[in-house]
């Protein structure tokens, strides 16, 4: 079946440093969502990509769709104690949308 | 955000117990899922529901029955329950099940099995 792969599984850096996490399916995707998790909360949407390369940005956040549709990035400049939580990657394929394991920030002010 | 609600935010239960756990969604959405997270899988479906009618269960024991009697609320009634099912449980809603449409989570509820 559809699986996600995210990496790293955990990340820690200093407040200012950059951030990237990354996403693989084993299966071409029809669109990638990126949720964030703050600690104690629930997972919150965040952007969803559709197009094969497409690159869209939030503020410091930049996300990335591979070429293949199969994987994806999510990359942080100058990191802040607020980005602190983990963010999931999912993929939507024929049936249904797979998250991946998520990737925990975290950040040393 | 108040979009997707669940109660209780918090429940103890021993192993012999029988409780419910309740989600109701105020976003006019079609699909609706409940979700185990645990450290040791951090987003684990469990069930999907379309228009009502279940469309998956992802090999959940059966001491987990959900029920959906309606497009706005998600019920997930539990009994005899093992330690291991203490986790968060996340209910969340889209607008349907196909399409690329995303996910409203609730708040969750931490459940402890004692």
């Known amino acids: ?35 964030k998790q703050r600690p104690g909360g629930h997972p919150v949407f965040l952007i969803q ?7 869209k940005k939030q503020k410091r956040l930049t996300f ?6 199969k994987n994806s ?16 990657c999912a993929g939507q394929g024929a049936q249904k949308l797979v998250f991946g394991q998520g990737t925990r920030l975290t950040i040393n002010p | 955000e108040t979009g997707v609600t669940q109660t209780p935010r918090h429940l103890v239960m021993g192993m012999t117990n029988k409780k419910s756990l ?18 040791k899988k951090p987003l684990e479906l469990m069930f999907v529901y379309s228009l009502e009618e279940r469309v998956e269960n992802n090999s959940v024991p059966s001491r987990f ?9 998600l019920f997930l009634h539990l009994h005899t329950l093992q330690p291991e099912d203490s986790a968060l449980y996340l209910c969340a809603s889209s ?7 995303e996910q409203y989570f609730g708040p969750g509820t931490r459940l402890t099995v004692t």
């Open chain 2, 95 to 101: 607008q349907a099940l196909q399409g690329s449409y």
């Open chain 2, 22 to 39: 309740k989600c109701e969604q105020h976003l006019g959405h079609n699909a609706m899922y409940w979700y185990k997270q645990s450290a």
């Open chain 1, 1 to 35: 079946g559809q699986q996600v792969m995210q990496i790293p599984q955990y990340q820690h850096v200093q407040e200012g440093e950059d951030f990237t996490t990354y996403c693989n399916s084993s299966t071409t995707l029809s669109n990638i969502q990126w949720y």
């Open chain 1, 64 to 69: 990335q769709f591979g070429e293949a549709k």
């Open chain 2, 65 to 73: 029955s959900p029920e959906c009697p309606n497009s706005s609320h």
């Open chain 1, 73 to 88: 990035s999510l990359h942080i400049t100058a990191t802040q104690t607020t980005d602190v939580g983990t963010y999931f």
């Open chain 1, 49 to 55: 990509l559709v197009k094969s390369g497409e690159v």
